[in-house]
């Protein structure tokens, strides 16, 4: 692990918990690349970054925390990979549905990638169909009929 990488991160996350626009892009590389597997979104550099992070700032009034049993863990390539969930209510218009101000608690993994001792990349990996549910907007309704599913 390198300490410097792991104290990058915490500040990190502290900004973006705090909605700190200036102090989570200052821990951006300037070719910064992200990618939301599950809407298929990807944005690129600082700009594309603060883009990011006003969609979801302005969506969902979330704070990520490491819930009990959530790992993360320092790969071989330098990078690191974390289980982690959003904490938080849905405020803002997300996917063509308006805020609901359901309370949401979604489970997500991150990989990320560090260039000169900056972040380079993010790569979120969550259940799109879950967060949906969470909202109101059961997009599968067969679901609700499966005898053993845990609501959501």
């Known amino acids: 692990m390198d300490q410097q990488l792991a104290d990058l991160v915490r500040r990190h996350l502290v900004a973006e918990n705090g909605q700190d626009l200036p102090g989570t892009l200052a821990t951006l590389h300037p070719d910064c690349h992200f990618e939301d597997l599950a809407t298929g979104q990807s944005w690129h550099g600082h700009e594309g970054a603060a883009a990011h992070y006003r969609q979801w700032w302005t969506t ?12 993360g863990g320092w790969l071989e390539d330098g990078g690191y990979m974390a289980e982690a969930t959003w904490h938080g ?6 996917l063509d549905i308006e805020p609901t101000q359901r309370p949401i608690e979604q489970p997500f993994v991150v990989v990320l990638a560090f260039k ?10 969550y259940d799109l169909g879950s967060l949906m549910r969470q909202i109101g907007a059961d997009t599968i309704p067969a679901l609700g009929g499966l005898q053993y599913r845990k609501a959501a």
Do not use: N, P, W, Y
């Open 89 to 94: 209510r849905h405020i803002g218009r997300f």
């Open 116 to 125: 000169d001792g900056l972040m380079l990349s993010e790569r979120f990996h």
């Open 60 to 71: 969902f009034d979330v704070t990520v925390k490491r819930g009990a049993g959530q790992r």
